[in-house]
């Protein structure tokens, strides 16, 4: 809190014009010019220079006593409080007694850690009626350094009733008032429930109190700390995973790339490719929302709802592309430790539905759906970073039964942070794909994917950096063939343009090698812009 306010100095300069007054000084002149100056030397905060002044001035009791305050406002704004306490016991001893006075000596005492004499002089000043606020905070604080919590919290009480609190006075009392709780609820038996229902209100009432207050970061930081020192934060899961404090995710995200070589979509890693380029428009909505129970398990909802067209709407085999596909997932954790680190156990499911212009006649219909479930764990067996295991069940079903297939999945990855705060994912994926009606097309693939991510290459742009390499083994179709290989480098440059906007650009390039050249050797290249809208 300020020390010396501009209305407190013209205040003190109002009082200094009383050693102007007969009162004082009669028809003194000499001291009346010395004052004069020592008016000037406070006006411009040459405190030293008011004290050589002061010196030359001499006279009566009530002379000297009101000399003796003055050299004790000079000593506190030179913050030699310690002079400046034995210059107003002076004045006080002298008979000395302005409004001022006591809230004065009461900062000397406060700077020099006589606090139970602060106490005393700043109660004073709230009988005066002299900046009341400051002297109930003085009083109060004081009390707290004393761990004289009672009389503490009764300071606080009173400032809390004062008529036109100000915000700031507002804000710091109910700071205080919950470290004071908190201080009293130690050693209790029932100290959770004491923290819960005293402690945690009064930070909380204290943000909005005064919310462009620099002081909200600390009271904020200050409130989190206590809530998860008691386990009382329903963003931390009690294996210590922090969860975002918002919980909803809702997006709508506008694409549109170039494809050199569009590719049949039938989402199997069999596909043929079309010759043909296109732009393709892409339009997605997407909504999740984060369920948290016992803060062991959480339960996430989501819903991804897309529709896809391509531009060329005259070749059949472009067009067949176009679909409208729908996705519901359940994401669920159960939050452990493992070894004593934070982990956690995934189990998800998985629902999509496609319709599609399978037919080619530019009519959206059934396509095909499938249903997959995932187990996993994820934990931190290392110190860079958490580490992903997964098993999972995909079964598809579409509208022949030539292609309906069941995949069995078994993916790993790992997350590293570097030293620069670039983050590294490393993903090892496995998938044996089993065709219920066509054993032909029977395949096993194996995958590997590194990921480099710089958050901030530039303020406002993060870069993400890829390349994935496919080994795809087409069991009994090997001898024509062979194993093949995609190759798959890609880039992302994100620019965040808003809190709630987000602009991305994207390079991929795709190389397929297989020993079947005419029907499944193909290269490509996908360039897109999107536009994500988070609410």
């Known amino acids: 809190m300020a020390r010396t306010p501009a209305i407190h100095l013209r205040m003190i300069f109002g009082i ?3 050693f102007l007054s007969t009162e004082l000084f009669g028809n003194d002149s000499q001291n009346e010019n010395l004052l004069s100056v020592v008016y000037k030397n406070f006006k411009l905060e040459q405190y030293e220079q008011a004290l050589i002044n002061l010196e030359k001035i001499s006279g009566s009791k009530k002379i000297e006593a009101a000399k003796a305050y003055f050299q004790g406002l000079c000593y506190n704004r030179l913050k030699k409080y310690d002079i400046g306490v034995k210059a107003y016991e002076k004045a006080k001893s002298l008979g000395h007694d302005v409004a001022d006075i006591d809230y004065e000596m009461g900062q000397a005492y406060y700077a020099t850690n006589h606090l139970e004499n ?8 709230v009988q005066k009626g002299f900046k009341v606020q400051s002297s109930l905070y003085y009083q109060a604080f004081s009390s707290q350094l004393l761990e004289e919590y009672i009389n503490a919290k009764n300071y606080y009480t009173r400032l809390l009733k004062a008529p036109d609190l100000a915000p700031e006075m507002n804000q710091a009392a109910n700071m205080q008032l919950g470290e004071i709780f908190l201080a009293m609820s130690e050693e209790k038996e029932n100290q959770l429930l004491l923290v819960e229902k005293y402690v945690v ?18 009271i904020e930081k200050r409130l989190t700390e206590i809530k998860r020192r008691f386990n ?12 975002p404090e918002k919980r909803y995710t809702l997006s709508l ?23 043909k380029d296109a732009y393709i428009h892409e339009s997605t909505a997407q909504g999740r929302y984060r369920l948290n129970f016992l803060r062991k398990i959480t339960l996430t909802p989501d819903l991804r709802v897309t529709y896809k067209k391509h531009n060329d709407q005259d070749s059949s085999t472009v067009h067949q592309n176009d679909q409208f596909t729908t996705t519901g997932t359940i994401y669920n954790t159960y939050e452990h430790k493992f070894l004593g680190k934070m982990a956690s156990l995934l189990v998800d499911y998985e629902h999509n539905l496609t319709d599609q212009d399978r037919t080619k006649t530019h009519k959206i219909e059934f396509f095909s759906y499938y249903d997959q479930g995932t187990l996993g764990e994820k934990a931190q067996f290392f110190s860079f970073g958490e580490t992903g295991l997964r098993i999972k069940f995909k079964r598809l079903k579409t509208y022949s039964d030539t292609i309906d297939a069941n995949t069995y999945t078994l993916a790993s990855d790992q997350v590293v942070i570097t030293p620069f705060g670039h983050m590294i994912l490393g993903l090892l994926q496995i998938d044996y794909t089993r065709f219920s009606n066509n054993i032909s097309q029977d395949t096993n693939s194996y995958m590997a994917r590194i990921d480099y991510i710089i958050p901030e290459i530039y303020p406002k742009f993060m870069l993400n950096l890829a390349y994935s390499h496919t080994w795809l083994n087409p069991i009994n179709q090997k001898l024509t063939r062979g194993v093949e290989m995609s190759y798959n480098p890609s880039l992302r440059l994100t620019r965040t343009v808003t809190s709630n906007l987000k602009a991305t650009v994207s390079y991929s390039y795709t190389y397929k ?8 050797r193909y290269e490509k290249h996908v360039s897109g812009l999107d536009l994500r809208y988070d609410f």
């Open 513 to 520: 090698n297989s020993d079947d050249e005419d029907n499944f």
């Open 16 to 18: 200094l014009s009383l």
């Open 201 to 218: 209100p009064r930070f909380e009432m204290a943000i909005p109190a005064n919310k462009n207050s620099p002081l909200v970061p600390e």
């Open 253 to 275: 995200t506008q694409k549109m790339s170039y494809d050199s070589n569009i590719t049949l979509s039938t989402g199997m890693p069999t596909v043929q490719t079309a010759q």
């Open 232 to 243: 009382l934060d329903p963003n931390v899961m009690l294996n210590d995973r922090i969860l």
């Open 118 to 125: 602060a106490i005393l002089s700043f109660e004073k000043s």
